[in-house]
C-alpha cells in the first residue's frame, strides 16, 4: 500500500535554530501535502496545503515565514521552522493526498526546542 | 466554517461490549466523512469512509444528515481496538480534512 515516509521521527534542536522536516511518498505520487501540528491530547491542526510546483496555502494563524513549506516534486514536501522557540515543540505530521484515493499519513515528528 | 465535534475524550468498555464513539459535524454542504485510528505509538489510518458503506474490523458508521452525525459503532469491542479514534470530514469542493478533537478507546479485559 502507500507508504509516507517522514523524517527525522524526533530532533531536538536550540531556540534560534531552524530544522527541517521532510516528507516523502515512497510508492506514489503525491499530488498535495498537507501539514498538521498536534498539540498533547490535542486534534491535528491543519497549517497548510501544499501543491506540486506552487506555494502553499497556510491556514489562518499560521506563519509562512517560520513555517516554510517547499514541495518541489510529487514525491517531497519538506516543513522548515525557521527560528525556532520553545513555543514550536509540538508533533508535525504531514499526509499525503492521492486524489480519489484518500491520504497517507507519515508517522510524524517530534520537536524539542530548548 | 465546518466544524468536527467528538464530545467523549475518553471511552472505557468492557471486552465483548458494545462501543459507540460519537461524532458530530457542522458543515452546510455536503461533506465526506472518515473515521481514522491511531494504535500507540503508529501513524495515524484510515479506518473507514462514509461513502464506501462498509465494515472494517466489525467497526461501523453511518452518515445521519438529519442529526448531522456520524456515530462509529462495533458491537463487542476487542482489546485490540484500545486506540485514539479520530473524526474528520472534508469538504464537497476542497481536499482538506478538518479533524475532531479525538476519543482515547481504552477495552479492558
Known amino acids: 500500500g502507500a507508504v509516507v515516509s517522514q523524517h527525522p521521527s524526533r530532533v531536538i534542536c536550540k531556540s534560534g535554530t531552524s530544522v527541517k522536516i521532510e516528507c516523502r511518498s515512497l510508492?506514489?505520487?503525491?499530488?498535495?501535502m498537507f501539514w498538521y501540528r498536534q498539540f498533547p491530547k490535542q486534534s491535528l491542526m491543519l497549517m497548510a496545503t501544499?501543491?506540486?510546483?506552487?506555494?502553499?496555502?497556510?491556514e489562518q494563524g499560521v506563519e509562512k515565514d517560520k513555517f516554510l513549506i517547499n514541495h518541489a516534486s510529487l514525491t517531497l514536501s519538506t516543513l522548515t521552522v525557521t527560528s525556532a522557540h520553545p513555543e514550536d515543540s509540538s508533533f508535525y505530521i504531514c499526509?499525503?493526498?492521492?486524489?480519489?484515493?484518500?491520504?497517507?499519513f507519515g508517522s510524524g515528528t517530534r520537536l524539542t526546542v530548548v | 466554517a465546518q466544524r468536527v465535534t467528538q464530545p467523549e475524550k475518553l471511552l472505557s468498555v468492557f471486552k465483548g461490549a458494545p462501543v459507540e464513539l460519537k461524532c458530530n459535524y457542522s458543515?452546510?454542504?455536503?461533506?465526506?466523512l472518515f473515521w481514522y485510528v491511531q494504535y500507540s505509538r503508529q501513524r495515524l489510518q484510515l479506518l473507514l469512509r462514509?461513502?464506501s458503506r462498509e465494515s472494517i474490523k466489525g467497526f461501523t458508521a453511518d452518515l445521519n444528515k438529519g442529526e448531522t452525525s456520524f456515530h462509529l459503532k462495533k458491537p463487542f469491542a476487542q482489546e485490540e481496538d484500545s486506540a485514539m479514534y479520530y473524526c474528520?470530514?472534508?469538504?464537497?469542493?476542497?481536499?482538506?480534512?478538518?479533524f475532531g478533537e479525538g476519543t482515547q478507546l481504552t477495552v479492558n479485559p
Open positions: 499526509s499525503a493526498g492521492r486524489g480519489g484515493y484518500g491520504y497517507t
Open positions: 501544499s501543491n506540486e510546483g506552487s506555494k502553499a496555502t497556510y
Open positions: 462514509h461513502i
Open positions: 474528520a470530514l472534508r469538504e464537497t469542493s476542497g481536499s482538506r480534512l478538518t
Open positions: 510508492d506514489f505520487q503525491a499530488t498535495t
Open positions: 458543515y452546510s454542504g455536503s461533506p465526506e
